[in-house]
């Protein structure tokens, strides 16, 4: 069974960066793409960005193109999402997932465990 094992995150000023990283282990026939998800206090939980597994091909939401890159590491089975230009409207509980593709969190059946970022001065 696929599992998915986050690191990175924590607390940072405006303007800063961070990383995320993803660690796979159990692919399976299924798993298309590695996502990022985030959920903000109060919000639904959106897409940030998509890896394809296949040919690296990545898509961004809007409101991180520019400031986020997502990335992969094949040997290591780990995706990782280098934040930088951070902003308060970037805190949120970030998720990595794995499953087909696009934003749409139903179509991720593997996820990790969630973690904290948080932008604040």
């Known amino acids: 069974q696929l599992q998915l094992v986050q690191s990175g995150g924590g607390l940072v000023q405006p303007g800063g960066s961070l990383r995320l990283s993803c660690a796979a282990s159990?692919?399976?026939?299924?798993?298309?793409?590695i996502a990022w998800f985030r959920q903000g206090p109060g919000k639904e939980r959106v897409g940030v960005s998509i890896?394809?597994?296949?040919?690296?091909?990545?898509i961004y939401a809007e409101s991180v193109k520019g400031r986020f890159t997502i990335s992969r590491d094949n040997a290591k089975n780990t995706v990782y999402l280098q934040m930088n230009f951070l902003r308060p409207g970037d805190t949120a509980v970030y998720y990595c997932a794995a499953g087909l593709d696009g934003w749409v969190t139903d179509w991720y059946g593997s996820w990790g465990q969630g973690t904290q970022v948080t932008v604040s001065a």
């Open positions: 890896i394809s597994i296949s040919d690296g091909s990545t």
């Open positions: 159990g692919y399976t026939s299924d798993v298309y793409s």
